[in-house]
């Protein structure tokens, strides 16, 4: 089961979804909170899901405010680089660029990839917690790379 | 942390602190980091960081008994964690021994990092570590240039945080300097023998380092000096002087009268005669002072000269100002317009209370100083606010664009918005901080799920205002008056407003604000106190159910813990009882694993304000021994002025 996780794991970095940062976190983790990262990654996707509504309603505005939008995505790229994960913040950095640019069809495009990769990670993360949590907090994996 | 034990690890002479080798061994354990953030994943990451740099190993293994016995008894990180800015600003203005450092991110919804950096170097002067996932240089600049410690770029990682205590520790020896040479400006001779111990003190200063060190030397500063003579040079110890609005104001007073340009600190502190207050005092708060002007004045073209200060020259510019921002936020919908018109006419008008048809009359003129540099004219202002109607809002959005004076005048207001910014960030957070107390029973009249009205009814306010209370909720707070609020100032309750409270506030952070915010000199303080010691209690109460962690860390300590030792019992309006009261609260308690958790973060704990008041009791019942907790609500002033050394 350990194996299972470490290789999950490892997928999941090779894949970029992950980056260093979430190995950061699970170092955090102890006997005390063995379940650190995912009570962080839960809190992320609880809290960012007002933050994505706040991004799609100011995306229906006409004309676009681009300052609102890339103000949002800076906490939005914040939140999701504080746990590792990649994917959405090249997406989060992507959007900025084009909100500086002052491209709207980018922004909305760009968006719209954010989310797909904001789902995909959350999805599977769970698994891999779930896995977690069944292999037990016996030991860390190791450290992929 | 505060480890009660250590005092006798002092010498109390005034001139030697000692730190013991335990103490030495103990830094860094126990820092106690603020952290300001409005992400609650990084703050729940953040948390965790802060908590795990105490059980470094190595650390740790350097410790030897006595800490681990520490250990043991208190969370080594008395980690606060604020989702905004302003009730950090509480927090800390609160229990201003209680941080050693302060880390807030830049971004902020309800308040500009920047602004509250500032706020926070000015009044309280710690080290304030800015962090970010923005890394662009003139950000960065823009953190040196407010004076922060550091700069950190988010995803923050453990090592990062693991040396902030050198800033603490840098910090600390700066300022002993600084009132080293101060003290030695008064008096040769002394001078030069503290300057030669100093560094000798320096060195134990710096390598004891430890939380409790400091904790313990301040009070000791502040027992030392309240008997001292306020001219004894021979004392390093200093207290730290409650930069109270009114203080604030008679600071300023004497400035304008000498002339900013000719201002000394001994002719300022001359023309103050405010007992107690020393030389020093005086040059460092005009040191801020001065630094604040200059960057007002260097970063906006709008804002007033700060170095003219007559009425007539500020009043225009002031105006514009105040149009500007007031008519955007006016414009922005926010703003109702008899409050424009209201804060203008009080802008202008001199504010004695007069400007606006509401304000009543009874109300002291307090010279809306329109010079600007700051002056607090709370009340009018407040009377002009309230009267308006939706004045919280109104004050909130107001500040930062202003120029300093039009912002004091505001600030007071503000303050009084700001407290309900804070409270409205988190429903339950507001209606934790109203809640518990059966002192702020003002407060939870208005609490309602989504409003906090904190709104202390102050004696003034009874007395003076009039009320048209059209501020409903100003007059129900004149009830409360019992709170012996020395400032008067009275909150403003925003039940209508709390969310306008908050966008009012970042629209006037977005509005670009220019030269930072104007140092609330207290005037939050004071306004909020009552406000914060609620939002201690609360907070309190929450980490006590949330973290269960420190919860088992401590063991046997009561739930007392969880409260800050400023917040209880130590506010006491009297001075001594303050040192005391802290004393005991430090050794109980230094865990203030208060969580002021974002919404998301609530997990159902404390949305209704029953959960609150249940908990609030129950920890007040826990906590006899502090004292009377009811106490430091409503205690502004006279907590203020109690800290005044006399």
């Known amino acids: 089961m350990q194996k299972q996780l470490a290789k999950m794991k490892q997928s999941l970095f090779d894949q970029g979804y992950l980056d260093e940062q979430f190995i950061q ?24 899901v007002r933050l994505v509504q706040n991004i799609e309603q100011a995306l229906e505005k006409n004309p676009l405010d681009f300052s609102k939008l890339e103000g949002y995505m ?15 913040k090249t997406e989060c950095t992507q959007f900025r660029e084009y909100c500086r640019a002052g491209n709207a069809e980018g922004c909305k495009r760009t968006f719209q990839e954010l989310k797909k990769e904001y789902a995909t990670l959350k999805k599977k993360l769970e698994v891999y917690f779930q896995l977690a949590r069944q292999a037990g907090p016996v030991e860390k994996a190791c450290r992929p790379k | ?145 407010h004076g922060a410690c550091d700069y950190l770029i988010k995803p923050v990682r453990m090592e990062a945080l693991k040396n902030i205590w050198q800033h603490v520790v840098r910090k600390k020896k700066h300022e002993w300097k600084e009132k080293e040479y101060q003290q030695s400006g008064g008096s040769v001779e002394e001078g030069e023998r503290q300057q030669q111990k100093q560094p000798s003190e320096d060195v134990d200063y710096s390598s004891s380092a430890n939380e409790g060190n400091w904790k313990n030397s301040k009070k000791r500063k502040d027992e030392e000096d309240e008997s001292e003579d306020r001219d004894d040079t021979s004392s390093l110890k200093k207290p730290r002087v409650v930069w109270s609005v009114e203080l604030h104001q008679q600071f300023v007073t004497a400035v304008n009268q000498l002339g900013i340009d000719k201002a000394v600190p001994k002719k300022i502190l001359e023309l103050m005669n405010v007992p107690g207050l020393t030389r020093e005092n005086v040059a460092s708060h005009l040191q801020k002072y001065r630094l604040y002007l ?113 912002l004091v005048n505001l600030h007071q207001s503000a303050a009084q918005s700001f407290t309900n910014n804070m409270s409205q960030s988190n429903n339950s957070l507001l209606a934790h901080m109203v809640q518990p107390h059966p002192r702020t029973h003002i407060l939870n009249n208005e609490i309602n799920g989504t409003h906090v009205s904190v709104v202390h009814g102050t004696a003034y306010n009874n007395s003076v205002s009039n009320p048209s209370t059209a501020t409903v909720d100003f007059s129900s707070r004149s009830q409360s008056t019992e709170l012996p609020v020395n400032n008067s100032f009275a909150h403003v309750s925003s039940n209508s407003g709390m969310s306008n409270l908050t966008s009012k506030l970042q629209e006037e952070v977005n509005s670009g604000t220019r030269g930072g915010f104007v140092p609330n000199y207290d005037v939050f303080n004071d306004l909020n106190q009552n406000q914060n010691r609620g939002a201690h209690d609360w907070g309190g109460l929450q980490s006590s159910v949330g973290s269960s962690n420190i919860q088992q860390r401590l063991g046997g300590v009561s739930s007392s813990v969880l409260v800050r030792p400023n917040g209880f019992s130590t506010n006491q309006k009297s001075g ?38 249940d908990l609030m009791s129950a920890l007040l019942k826990q906590q006899e021994g502090m004292g009377p907790v009811e106490n430091e609500f409503g205690f502004d002033g006279g907590y203020h002025l109690d800290n005044l050394p006399v």
């Open chain 1, 74 to 88: 800076h906490q939005f790229k914040g939140s999701s680089s504080s746990f590792g994960a990649k994917k959405v």
């Open chain 2, 294 to 406: 200059r960057r007002l004045s260097g970063v906006s073209p709008h804002q007033n000269g700060f170095m003219g200060p007559t009425d007539a020259a500020t009043f225009g510019p002031i105006s514009s100002i105040n149009g500007f921002d007031l008519q955007a936020l006016a414009a922005s919908g926010q703003l109702p317009p008899q409050s424009l018109a209201t804060i203008q006419a009080a802008a202008l008008g001199g504010g004695r209370g007069a400007t606006t048809s509401k304000s009543s009359s009874p109300i002291p003129p307090l010279v809306v100083d329109q010079r600007n540099i700051f002056s607090f004219e709370n009340h009018p202002r407040q009377q002009n606010i309230i009267n308006g109607g939706k004045q919280v809002n109104l004050l909130h959005g107001i500040p930062t664009n202003m120029d300093s004076k039009q």
């Open chain 2, 1 to 145: 942390m505060n480890l009660g034990m250590k005092p006798s690890s002092f010498t109390t002479s005034s001139n030697s602190w000692k730190s013991t080798d335990v103490v030495l061994d103990q830094f860094p354990v126990g820092l106690r980091v603020l952290v300001v953030d409005d992400d609650p994943t990084c703050l729940r990451i953040l948390e965790k960081m802060l908590r795990n740099c105490l059980y470094e190993v190595d650390l740790i293994s350097e410790i030897g008994i006595f800490c681990s016995l520490v250990f043991e008894i208190l969370s080594f990180v008395s980690f606060t964690k604020c989702n905004r800015a302003e009730i950090a600003l509480r927090l800390l203005r609160d229990n201003r021994n209680g941080y050693d450092v302060v880390i807030s991110d830049v971004h902020m919804p309800d308040m500009d990092g920047f602004k509250l950096l500032e706020h926070i170097g000015l009044e309280m002067d710690l080290p304030v570590i800015m962090m970010s996932a923005d890394d662009s240089k003139d950000v960065v600049m823009k953190g040196v240039t």
């Open chain 2, 576 to 613: 001594p009882l303050n040192s005391s009261s802290l004393t005991t609260d430090n050794s109980l308690s230094r865990i203030k694993t208060e969580k002021l958790p974002d919404m998301g973060f609530q997990n159902g704990l404390y949305h209704e304000q029953f959960g609150q008041e």
């Open chain 1, 25 to 48: 976190l699970e170092d955090l983790q102890d006997d005390a909170n063995p379940n650190f990262v995912e009570e962080v990654v839960t809190l992320y996707y609880r809290d960012s």
